[in-house]
């Protein structure tokens, strides 16, 4: 096993292990994804390039020599893809459970392989969990007033979870792991999914989308975001809510139309959400904003309301799916260096380009 040495080549972070399959990651977190990136790199025989910055056209030329990039939540665009491919890069693997962020009909065309990866969802079901449990108790409006020392009661009164009917939408690893945390709490499950599962089965009855609206007092959100799911809660879905339902959403921003969602709790048809995603959160959210205005019609309208948690996309962000993320995104890379395809249970998916 060789060891890397740190050194900077035209001021590019690189730890050199001449030889090895070479990877250049972008949005490089030193305060979390370091010590991941350098264990496993080590271990599965990496050569890693890094910068703090994100991948923009101007920056793609950092990339150049290397068999592989690594992103996040950045947008990766036709010309950006076009980039790579002309400096030798092979795959693009983002270390999200998302691509909605790369422009994957460009990469299927050019040839360029990309990969997404899974986590342990667990960590995410826990916060889905405790934002349901902050939003049917009201716990914005509190802390709001606890900090303007008004210490009244008039407008707090919460629920408990065991009188409610919750709806989950979606049924892969997380939502199936949401409706097992639930099923303890003793509160009546529905569920919704293209396809039933077995698992799922054992704590919720499937229902259709639309008898899930009707009936639940939350609904909360857990699909990938595609053409098919964009703004799959909508004015018209919102209108099959139960007034006074509640809205979750862990996923994905978009998959919540903004202006409807605005508009059903400003009339009182919904009695709150608790957001950890928003439409156009990109350029926004793990950015330090404090020091400009921020351009973002769901912040501004949605942000400070008493009946509105927001939080920045965080559900994702616990040490177990951190090392996952990086670990799980060089072992897709590995497997495309060595001509491997991913088996049954595979951490990782090839979701466009040919090997």
Request: glycine share 10%; aromatic share 8%; net charge negative.
């Amino acid at each position: 096993m060789r060891t890397g040495r740190t050194s900077k080549v035209n001021g590019i972070n690189q730890t050199a292990n001449p030889g090895n399959m070479r990877v250049f990651v972008y949005n490089y977190r030193m305060f979390d994804e370091d010590v991941y990136f350098r264990r496993y790199a080590e271990e599965l025989g990496f050569e890693l390039g890094y910068t703090t910055d994100s991948p923009v056209p101007e920056n793609c030329h950092l990339a150049d020599g290397y068999d592989f990039i690594s992103v996040i939540t950045t947008p990766i665009s036709a010309v950006m893809i076009d980039r790579f491919r002309e400096g030798g890069v092979r795959a693009i693997g983002t270390r999200t459970i998302g691509y909605d962020h790369i422009d994957i009909a460009h990469a299927e065309d050019v040839g360029m392989t990309v990969m997404h990866i899974t986590y342990d969802p667990e960590g995410v079901a826990d916060y889905t969990v405790m934002m349901l449990l902050m939003l049917i108790r009201r716990a914005e409006a509190i802390m709001d007033r606890n900090r303007r020392n008004d210490f009244t009661l008039k407008g707090l009164l919460g629920r408990k979870v065991g009188s409610l009917t919750v709806g989950v939408v979606g049924a892969g690893k997380i939502g199936r792991s949401v409706l097992r945390d639930l099923s303890g709490f003793g509160c009546r499950l529905l569920y919704w999914s293209r396809n039933g599962n077995d698992e799922a089965d054992r704590y919720a009855t499937r229902v259709e989308l639309n008898d899930l609206l009707a009936e639940s007092d939350v609904v909360t959100l857990h699909l990938e975001l595609n053409d098919e799911t964009r703004h799959i809660i909508g004015a018209e879905a919102i209108s099959r809510m139960k007034t006074g339902a509640l809205l979750v959403n862990t996923a994905r921003g978009p998959l919540v139309d903004t202006e409807a969602l605005i508009s059903a709790l400003d009339s009182g048809h919904l009695g709150g959400a608790a957001l950890d995603v928003i439409e156009d959160e990109f350029g926004l959210y793990y950015n330090d904003c404090s020091d400009r205005a921020i351009d973002n019609r769901a912040l501004t309208a949605l942000r400070g309301r008493p009946d509105v948690l927001i939080t920045h996309h965080m559900a994702f962000y616990y040490e177990e799916a951190v090392s996952d993320m990086v670990r799980n995104c060089l072992l897709g890379m590995r497997d495309v260096y060595e001509d491997r395809r991913p088996g049954p249970g595979s951490p990782y998916t090839v979701i466009a380009g040919g090997r």
